[in-house]
C-alpha cells in the first residue's frame, strides 16, 4: 500500500500524463472517420511527394548535422588554432536564429533578383546563372546551418570529457591522429552525437516555416493545407499521426543506433591536444570561420540592411501591438509551464515510486510532438468537447450556445505546456538534485515547514534554475510558429505569425524587423548556455 505523501503526487502527475496522451489519443481515434475523397486526392497528388521529400530532408539533415557537428566540435575541443578561442562559443550563436528567419534571408540573398546574383550579373554579364535556390538542397543547407549546434554542443562536450590519457594511450600504440579520432574518439563520443542528431532530426520534422519559405511540401505544410484548404480537421489530424509516427520511428533509430556504448568518465583536459601550425591551421580556422559567417553573420547583416531599408517604417502601432502579444504569451506560458513543470520534479524528489517516475516521464514526452500534430490534436477534442457539451449546456443554461475551448487562449497555452514541458522540466531537476536532504531535513527540525520551507529553503536555492527553465520555454514560445498560427485566437498575431505573412508575400524586408526582435531575445538563453559551458 502506497505511502500518504506518494499518494498527495498521484492527482498532479497523473494529470499532466493525461494532457499528454490526450494528443496522442485523438491522433488515435481520428482514424475511426476517413474521407475517402480527401485521401483520395491526396494520395493522388500529395502523399508520394511528401514521403519522398520528408526522407530525403531527414537523410540530407542528419548526415549535414553530423558532418558539420562533430567536425567542428573536434576542432574546438581537441585543437589549438588562431581563432579557437573566440570560435568555441561563437559557433554556439546560430542557436537564437529560426530557421524560418534563416530561410527568408538565405532566398533573398541568393535569388535570381537576389542583391548576390545582381551583382554577379553587373560584373560578369547576363549569362551568369546560379543553381536554383529554392531547391531541396538549399532547404537542406539552411536546416543543417540552424539545426548543427545540437550536435555541436553535445559532440564537444564528450569529446572534452574523453580526457587526454585515452588519446595519448592510442598515440602511444603507434595510431595517427586522424586514426585515433576514427578508433577511438569518435565511437566513445557515438551516443552524444547520436542524441544532438535526433534532436536535430525531431526539428527537421517539426520545422513548418522554412519549408514553406521554399515551397518544399513536407507533412507539415500539408497539414496546414488540409486544414484550411479543405477544411477537413480529421484528415488534417491523420496526417499529422503519420509525421508522429515519423518521429517516433527516428527516436527509436537513435536509441538502436546509440547500443551499449557508454560516455567516458576519464579526467576532463583543460587544454588542448593537438597544435596545428601551417596550412591545417589555415585550413582549420577557416572552415570554423566560414560556418559562423554563413549561419550567423551574414545572416544579421542582412537583416539590419532590410530593416534600415524598409523594416524600420513598420513600427507602428500595430507592430507594437504584435511585441505586446508576443511577450504575453511567451511569459505566460513560461510561468504557467514552469510552475508544472517544478511540482513534476518535487513529486519525483519527494515520491520516487514507479507509477509517479512513469508518470512524469510521459509528461516530458510532448517535446517529441511537432507543433502542428499538438495544434490539430487539441483543437479536435476541444472541438468535440464544444459540440457535445459547451454548447448543449450553455443552450440549456440561457447562454448563446457557442462554442468556447475551439479558437481560445487556453487552447494554445495548452499546446505550449504539453510541448514544451521537458525544456523546463531539466534545469529544474537538476537544481532540486543539487539539494541535499539534509537541508529540509535540519529546516523541519527547527519548526519550519510546510509552504514556509518551500519559500524559505528551496526557492532561494531553486532560484537560477528556475529563471533559465523561465527563460528557455520564454524564447521557444517566441520561436514556436505551426501550433502559433494554428491556433491562435482572432486576432492575437505575434511576431512569427507576422514573420510568416510577410516571407508568404515575399515581402523580405518588412520581415526583417520582427526577425531580429525574435533573433536578439532568442540570444539571452544562448549567452546564458555559452557562459555555463565556459563554467563547467
Known amino acids: ?99 524560418y528567419v534563416l530561410a527568408f534571408v538565405f532566398i533573398g540573398l541568393l535569388d535570381f533578383a537576389g542583391p548576390v546574383q545582381t551583382l554577379a550579373r553587373e560584373w560578369f554579364g547576363s549569362g551568369v546563372r546560379f543553381p536554383r535556390v529554392r531547391s531541396t538542397g538549399g532547404v537542406i543547407i ?33 595510431q595517427s591522429p586522424w586514426k585515433a579520432f576514427w578508433s577511438v574518439a569518435l565511437p566513445m563520443a557515438r551516443p552524444a552525437i547520436g542524441a544532438g542528431m535526433a534532436l536535430a532530426l525531431m526539428e527537421t520534422l ?24 479543405f477544411f477537413s480537421l480529421s484528415s488534417a489530424t491523420q496526417l499529422a499521426s503519420l509525421l508522429l509516427l515519423a518521429v517516433m520511428l527516428v527516436l527509436y533509430g537513435e536509441r538502436r543506433a546509440r547500443g551499449v556504448a557508454r560516455p567516458a568518465n576519464d579526467r576532463a583536459r583543460s587544454t588542448a591536444l ?34 534600415w531599408q524598409r523594416g524600420r517604417f513598420d513600427f507602428d502601432e500595430r507592430y507594437a501591438g504584435l511585441i505586446l502579444h508576443t511577450l504575453y504569451l511567451g511569459a505566460l506560458a513560461a510561468l504557467i509551464t514552469v510552475a508544472v513543470a517544478l511540482l513534476l520534479a518535487f513529486a519525483r524528489r519527494q515520491a520516487p515510486v514507479r507509477p509517479i517516475r512513469a508518470a512524469v516521464g510521459l509528461a516530458n514526452l510532448g517535446y517529441a510532438l511537432p507543433g502542428s500534430v499538438l495544434a490539430v490534436s487539441i483543437m479536435l477534442a476541444f472541438s468535440y468537447l464544444d459540440r457535445e457539451l ?3 449546456l450553455s443552450a440549456w443554461l440561457g447562454g448563446a450556445g457557442k462554442p468556447i475551448l475551439l479558437g481560445s487562449l487556453g487552447a494554445l497555452l495548452l499546446a505550449y505546456l504539453v510541448r514544451f514541458m521537458a525544456v523546463a522540466f531539466g534545469p529544474l531537476e537538476n537544481a532540486l538534485a543539487r539539494i541535499r536532504p539534509s537541508l529540509p531535513q535540519a529546516s523541519r527540525s527547527l519548526g519550519v515547514g510546510g ?72 540570444l539571452l538563453p544562448v549567452i546564458l548556455l555559452i557562459r555555463r559551458s565556459a563554467k563547467a
Open 390 to 392: 459547451v454548447i448543449p
Open 274 to 307: 593537438y597544435h596545428l601550425r601551417g596550412a591545417k591551421a589555415l585550413a582549420a580556422t577557416t572552415w570554423c570561420g566560414l560556418v559562423f559567417l554563413c549561419a550567423f553573420v551574414i545572416p544579421m547583416l542582412q537583416l539590419l540592411v532590410w530593416l
Open 142 to 174: 539552411v536546416l543543417v546551418l540552424v539545426f548543427y549546434p545540437y550536435v555541436y554542443l553535445l559532440a564537444r562536450s564528450a569529446f572534452i570529457a574523453q580526457g587526454k590519457g585515452l588519446m595519448e594511450a592510442a598515440r602511444v600504440l603507434g
Open 1 to 99: 500500500m502506497s505511502h500518504p505523501v506518494e499518494r498527495r503526487w498521484y492527482p498532479l502527475t497523473f494529470t499532466v500524463a493525461a494532457l499528454v496522451l490526450l494528443p496522442l489519443s485523438v491522433l488515435l481515434f481520428s482514424w475511426g472517420d476517413i474521407d475517402v475523397a480527401i485521401w483520395s486526392h491526396l494520395w493522388d497528388t500529395q502523399i508520394p511527394r511528401l514521403l519522398g521529400n520528408t526522407l530525403t530532408l531527414v537523410l540530407g539533415v542528419g548526415v549535414g548535422v553530423v558532418v558539420l557537428g562533430t567536425s567542428l566540435a573536434w576542432l574546438t575541443a581537441l585543437c589549438e588554432f588562431p581563432g579557437r578561442r573566440w570560435l568555441d562559443w561563437a559557433l554556439m550563436l546560430p542557436f537564437a536564429i529560426p530557421a
Open 206 to 229: 517539426a520545422d513548418f516555416g522554412a519549408v514553406s519559405v521554399f515551397n518544399f511540401d513536407t507533412f507539415t505544410t500539408a497539414i496546414y493545407k488540409t486544414w484550411y484548404g
Open 451 to 522: 509552504p514556509a520551507l518551500f519559500f524559505k529553503v528551496y526557492l532561494p536555492l531553486l532560484l537560477p534554475g528556475t529563471l533559465s527553465a523561465a527563460l528557455l520555454v520564454f524564447v521557444d514560445v517566441l520561436k514556436e510558429m505551426p501550433a502559433t498560427l494554428l491556433m491562435r485566437p482572432f486576432g492575437w498575431d505575434t511576431l512569427a505569425v507576422r514573420i510568416f505573412e510577410m516571407t508568404s508575400e515575399g515581402e523580405w524586408a518588412r520581415a526583417a524587423l520582427p526577425a531580429l526582435t525574435l533573433v536578439l531575445v532568442g
